[in-house]
Protein backbone atom coordinates (compact mmCIF):
# COMPACT_ATOMS: atom_id res chain seq x y z
CA UNK A 1 0.00 0.00 0.00
CA UNK A 2 1.78 3.65 -1.47
CA UNK A 3 1.01 6.18 1.14
CA UNK A 4 1.85 10.01 -0.25
CA UNK A 5 0.95 12.47 2.69
CA UNK A 6 -0.33 11.60 5.75
CA UNK A 7 -2.00 8.52 7.41
CA UNK A 8 -6.05 8.71 7.51
CA UNK A 9 -8.51 6.66 9.18
CA UNK A 10 -9.49 4.96 5.85
CA UNK A 11 -6.17 4.11 5.26
CA UNK A 12 -5.67 2.35 8.87
CA UNK A 13 -8.87 0.62 8.25
CA UNK A 14 -7.38 -0.44 4.58
CA UNK A 15 -4.63 -1.84 6.25
CA UNK A 16 -6.67 -3.64 9.26
CA UNK A 17 -8.67 -5.39 6.81
CA UNK A 18 -6.19 -6.64 4.21
CA UNK A 19 -4.17 -7.51 7.31
CA UNK A 20 -7.28 -9.84 8.31
CA UNK A 21 -7.89 -11.14 4.86
CA UNK A 22 -4.10 -12.19 5.04
CA UNK A 23 -4.03 -14.01 8.89
CA UNK A 24 -7.41 -15.54 8.10
CA UNK A 25 -6.10 -17.51 5.09
CA UNK A 26 -2.58 -18.65 6.72
CA UNK A 27 -1.17 -20.75 9.16
CA UNK A 28 -0.15 -19.70 12.32
CA UNK A 29 1.11 -20.87 15.48
CA UNK A 30 -0.87 -19.97 18.58
CA UNK A 31 2.09 -21.90 21.20
CA UNK A 32 5.09 -23.91 20.77
CA UNK A 33 6.64 -25.93 23.35
CA UNK A 34 9.21 -28.52 23.04
CA UNK A 35 8.12 -31.89 24.09
CA UNK A 36 12.38 -32.76 25.43
CA UNK A 37 11.31 -36.54 26.29
CA UNK A 38 9.35 -37.31 23.26
CA UNK A 39 12.02 -35.39 21.34
CA UNK A 40 9.29 -33.03 19.35
CA UNK A 41 8.39 -29.71 18.96
CA UNK A 42 4.71 -29.09 19.33
CA UNK A 43 3.07 -26.59 17.67
CA UNK A 44 -0.70 -25.74 18.67
CA UNK A 45 -1.65 -23.92 15.09
CA UNK A 46 -4.29 -21.32 14.82
CA UNK A 47 -7.13 -24.22 13.78
CA UNK A 48 -6.55 -25.84 17.19
CA UNK A 49 -4.90 -28.72 16.12
CA UNK A 50 -1.15 -29.92 17.47
CA UNK A 51 1.46 -30.89 15.29
CA UNK A 52 4.23 -32.51 16.86
CA UNK A 53 7.37 -32.18 14.36
CA UNK A 54 10.59 -34.54 15.49
CA UNK A 55 13.55 -31.86 16.62
CA UNK A 56 15.78 -34.49 14.16
CA UNK A 57 13.98 -33.03 11.24
CA UNK A 58 14.72 -29.48 12.34
CA UNK A 59 18.13 -28.59 10.58
CA UNK A 60 18.38 -25.69 12.52
CA UNK A 61 17.76 -27.70 16.31
CA UNK A 62 20.65 -30.47 15.21
CA UNK A 63 23.65 -28.78 17.38
CA UNK A 64 21.36 -27.01 19.93
CA UNK A 65 20.80 -28.98 23.66
CA UNK A 66 17.51 -29.30 24.33
CA UNK A 67 17.95 -27.31 27.79
CA UNK A 68 18.49 -24.10 24.95
CA UNK A 69 15.45 -24.85 23.24
CA UNK A 70 13.98 -23.61 26.33
CA UNK A 71 14.50 -20.19 25.04
CA UNK A 72 11.73 -20.71 22.18
CA UNK A 73 9.78 -17.68 21.57
CA UNK A 74 6.88 -17.45 19.38
CA UNK A 75 6.85 -13.95 17.03
CA UNK A 76 5.70 -12.16 14.17
CA UNK A 77 2.46 -13.08 15.14
CA UNK A 78 2.94 -16.58 15.41
CA UNK A 79 4.05 -16.86 12.14
CA UNK A 80 7.88 -17.41 13.31
CA UNK A 81 9.59 -18.92 15.63
CA UNK A 82 12.69 -17.54 17.35
CA UNK A 83 15.60 -18.58 19.92
CA UNK A 84 17.74 -15.58 20.70
CA UNK A 85 20.29 -17.34 22.36
CA UNK A 86 21.75 -19.33 18.94
CA UNK A 87 20.37 -16.65 16.32
CA UNK A 88 17.37 -18.89 14.72
CA UNK A 89 14.77 -17.60 13.06
CA UNK A 90 11.97 -20.01 11.58
CA UNK A 91 9.28 -19.88 9.58
CA UNK A 92 6.36 -21.90 11.30
CA UNK A 93 4.61 -22.72 7.86
CA UNK A 94 7.94 -23.57 6.15
CA UNK A 95 7.82 -25.69 9.58
CA UNK A 96 4.30 -27.21 8.96
CA UNK A 97 4.72 -27.72 5.23
CA UNK A 98 6.52 -31.14 4.92
CA UNK A 99 4.15 -32.99 7.26
CA UNK A 100 0.99 -31.76 4.95
CA UNK A 101 0.60 -34.27 2.60
CA UNK A 102 -0.03 -32.10 -1.24
CA UNK A 103 -3.30 -33.92 -2.14
CA UNK A 104 -4.73 -32.74 1.06
CA UNK A 105 -3.70 -29.50 0.88
CA UNK A 106 -4.91 -28.96 -1.90
CA UNK A 107 -8.08 -30.75 -1.65
CA UNK A 108 -8.37 -28.12 1.35
CA UNK A 109 -7.77 -24.93 -0.85
CA UNK A 110 -10.07 -25.92 -3.64
CA UNK A 111 -12.77 -26.61 -1.14
CA UNK A 112 -12.28 -23.26 0.64
CA UNK A 113 -12.18 -21.51 -3.03
CA UNK A 114 -15.59 -23.63 -4.27
CA UNK A 115 -17.11 -21.87 -0.82
CA UNK A 116 -16.16 -18.51 -1.90
CA UNK A 117 -19.41 -16.11 -2.63
CA UNK A 118 -18.63 -13.34 -5.03
CA UNK A 119 -20.90 -11.18 -6.89
CA UNK A 120 -19.50 -12.46 -10.01
CA UNK A 121 -20.69 -15.97 -8.85
CA UNK A 122 -23.97 -15.50 -7.56
CA UNK A 123 -24.85 -13.47 -10.93
CA UNK A 124 -23.82 -16.85 -12.74
CA UNK A 125 -26.29 -18.53 -10.35
CA UNK A 126 -28.75 -16.55 -11.11
CA UNK A 127 -28.64 -16.57 -15.34
CA UNK A 128 -28.54 -20.38 -15.14
CA UNK A 129 -31.50 -20.81 -12.81
CA UNK A 130 -33.19 -18.12 -15.36
CA UNK A 131 -32.43 -21.29 -17.96
CA UNK A 132 -34.04 -23.76 -16.19
CA UNK A 133 -30.93 -24.51 -13.64
CA UNK A 134 -28.73 -27.87 -13.48
CA UNK A 135 -29.64 -30.57 -15.87
CA UNK A 136 -31.35 -33.53 -14.51
CA UNK A 137 -29.53 -37.15 -15.03
CA UNK A 138 -30.91 -38.94 -17.40
CA UNK A 139 -32.74 -41.62 -15.48
CA UNK A 140 -31.01 -45.33 -15.82
CA UNK A 141 -32.52 -48.53 -16.52
Do not use: C, H
Amino acid sequence: MDIDGPITGQDVERAITAGETRRSSSAWAEDAAVDAAGGRLLLTLSSGAVLGIPLAAIDAFRDVPPADLAGLELGTGGMALYLDSRDIQLDVLALVRPFIPVPLAAAVTASRGGQATTAAKQQAARLNGAKGGRPRKAARP
